[in-house]
């Protein structure tokens, strides 16, 4: 059983690879999609909406803005691959809805290295740019790194993704997984 952890910038081609390592698996897939709907914004909901069409109909999507852990503890199907797009939108609900970030963060680590299926998870690198003007901006993007590191610490396999390139961060063998 394997963590992987899909990292890269806004189009950057993150969700195009998970997708293509989902498929890959030979493994039925569950999708948990962490989008919320903005109602009166077209442009979000075109979004969502590619990201929809991208998907085999018969993939079993799960939208969980939030409790992310309930996905991997209620009974989840391990013979299916789980793939969380994305723990950008996961973080940001979690600060919409003032809970406690590390305290979530911790939590699902706990859960994935529990977790007796393979996962594939996409996150955003939002520290490469600019820093952030606002408090809200500077203190989200501190949030995203430190929850990229706790995920990637995790994981037993990390990429990077430029331009649609995958860019290997991290490979664990099975034997070290083990020792």
């Excluded at 299926?117 to 500077?138: C, F, I, K, T, Y």
């Amino acid at each position: 059983m394997s963590i992987t952890l899909i990292l890269g910038g806004a189009r950057s081609g993150k969700s195009t690879r998970a997708e293509t390592l989902a498929k890959a698996s030979g493994l039925d897939v569950c999708y948990v999609a962490t989008a919320p709907s903005m109602s009166g914004d077209a442009e979000w909901q075109a979004r969502i909406e590619q990201h929809q069409s991208q998907r085999p109909a018969h993939w079993k999507v799960i939208e969980e803005q939030l409790d992310l852990i309930r996905i991997f503890t209620s009974g989840a199907d391990t013979s299916s691959i789980v793939l969380v797009d994305c723990l950008t939108l996961w973080l940001s609900n979690l600060l919409y809805a003032d809970k406690d970030v590390q305290t979530e963060v911790d939590n699902l680590c706990s859960v994935l290295k529990a977790y007796q299926g393979d996962v594939v998870l996409v996150s955003n690198e939002v520290g490469l740019g600019l820093v952030p003007e606002s408090e809200l901006g500077r203190n989200f993007r501190d949030e995203q790194g430190r929850l990229n590191q706790s995920i990637a610490a995790v994981a037993d396999h990390v990429e990077f993704i430029a331009a649609g390139l995958p860019l290997v961060l991290k490979q664990q063998s099975i034997t070290s997984k083990k020792a």
